[in-house]
Each structure stands twice: as C-alpha cells, then as structure tokens.
C-alpha cells in the first residue's frame, strides 16, 4: 500500500492511497463533537487538496460515543464533502458500540455520498475498488 500522511493528530491520521487513488482515515481513541468536527473538515480540506472521489474511513480503534457531532455530519459535512468531489465513503465500523450508534446515527441523515457500513476493512476496501 502506498500511502503517503498528510496530516496526523492524537484524533486522527489521514493519508492519501496511490494505489487506490483516495484517502484514509484512521481514526484513534475517544472522540468528542469537537475532536470529530475538526477532524472531519481537515479531511474535508485534503480532499479538495488531493481531487479524489473516495475515502475509506476506519473507526476501528476509536473507542467513544460521539453523538453530539453526528446530525452535524450527516447534513452539513457530508453534503460539504459530495460538493468537493466525494462519490463513495467505505465506513469501517469500530466495534465500541456506542461508536457503531453515533455512525448509524449520522448515516440518517446523510442523503448523499453514497456511504456504506462494513465491519471488515478489506471488504470495505474491495467494495471502493469496484465504484
């Protein structure tokens, strides 16, 4: 995998994927509205940068509920996202299940991208190949 970092903090490291040509995040630890919110549109931000469509985001190690954050995701940063070029969001559920509600909670109220839920990561990356 050739994956180069653009940003990385105790939230959240993001890398851009040249072999699969979208972005990465790995997401750490407990999160709060805050920490997700900022994390949310650094990624924002490398995705404008970087010009893809894609990303695949894992929550595998993030070990919180963070519910406040996720009406706001669902209609305003995921919408933001779709308007800078995102098509497809592979989602890579934490097993916290608190953490599993507050995605779940954000996906409804998203309308688009198209994002879809996988509990394992070379799954979700199999499906974002295929789109």
Not at 6 to 24: A, K, T, V
Not at 29 to 41: F, H, I, N, Y
Request: aromatic content about 14%; proline content about 3%; some cysteine.
């Amino acid at each position: 995998m050739a994956l180069r970092l653009l940003h990385q903090d105790e939230y959240i490291s993001i890398y851009f994927d040249y072999g699969n040509d979208w972005l990465y995040a790995d997401w750490t630890g407990d999160q709060t509205g805050e920490s997700v919110k900022a994390s949310a549109l650094r990624m924002l931000e490398l995705l404008r940068q970087e010009q893809c469509h894609k990303v695949l985001n894992d929550n595998r190690r993030v070990t919180s509920m963070w519910l406040d954050a996720s009406e706001w995701g669902g209609k305003e940063w995921f919408p933001a996202m779709a308007e800078a070029g995102l098509q497809y969001f592979a989602w890579i559920y934490s097993p916290n299940v608190y953490s599993r509600l507050s995605t779940d909670l954000t996906l409804e109220h998203t309308t688009r991208p198209v994002v879809l839920t996988f509990d394992n990561p070379e799954t979700a990356a199999s499906w974002l190949r295929q789109m």
